[in-house]
C-alpha cells in the first residue's frame, strides 16, 4: 500500500483476533476506540504474532479492509501504551509497512526558546 495523501491514522494498540472482519472491527473503532468508523480516517489493526496488518477504511459508499502479511520478521508495535488507539501520519504507517520501528525511539522534540 502506498499512500499518496495525507490522511488520520489510528492504530488499535492491543492485538485483536484476525478471524475478525469488517463488522468485527468496525465495532472496535466505535465501541473501544470511540472514533467515527465513517471518516476518512485508517484504522490499522495487528495479530498477537506481530506479522499481519489490517487497515479498515470507509470509502464513498463501502468498506474496505486491506491485509498485508510478511513471510519473515514482525511489524514494529506499540509497546505498554496505556490508550486503546495510537494516532499516525500517514508517512508514519508507511514506515511501519516498509519495516522500520518508530516506537523505538521518539523523534528529537520541538524547542521554544523566548529569548537567547
Same mark, same amino acid.
Given at each position: 500500500m502506498t499512500l499518496k495523501q495525507p490522511v488520520t491514522v489510528? +492504530?488499535?494498540?492491543?492485538?485483536?483476533?484476525?478471524?475478525?472482519q469488517i463488522n468485527g472491527l468496525s465495532l472496535i473503532v466505535?465501541?473501544?476506540?470511540?472514533l467515527d468508523v465513517f471518516s476518512s480516517s485508517l484504522f490499522v489493526f495487528m495479530n498477537r504474532q506481530h506479522t499481519r496488518?489490517?487497515?479498515?477504511y470507509w470509502d464513498k459508499n463501502g468498506f474496505c479492509l486491506w491485509m498485508k502479511r510478511l513471510e519473515k520478521d514482525?511489524?514494529?508495535?506499540?509497546?505498554?501504551?496505556s490508550s486503546v488507539?495510537?494516532? +499516525?501520519t500517514s508517512q508514519e504507517l508507511q514506515w511501519i509497512?516498509?519495516?522500520?520501528?518508530?516506537?523505538q525511539k521518539p523523534p528529537h522534540?520541538?524547542?521554544?526558546y523566548s529569548s537567547v
Open positions: 489510528y +492504530l488499535h494498540a492491543a492485538p485483536i483476533d484476525f478471524r475478525k466505535q465501541d473501544a476506540m470511540i496488518i489490517k487497515i479498515l514482525k511489524f514494529s508495535w506499540p509497546k505498554n501504551t488507539s495510537v494516532s +499516525l509497512l516498509d519495516g522500520f520501528d518508530i516506537f522534540k520541538k524547542l521554544n
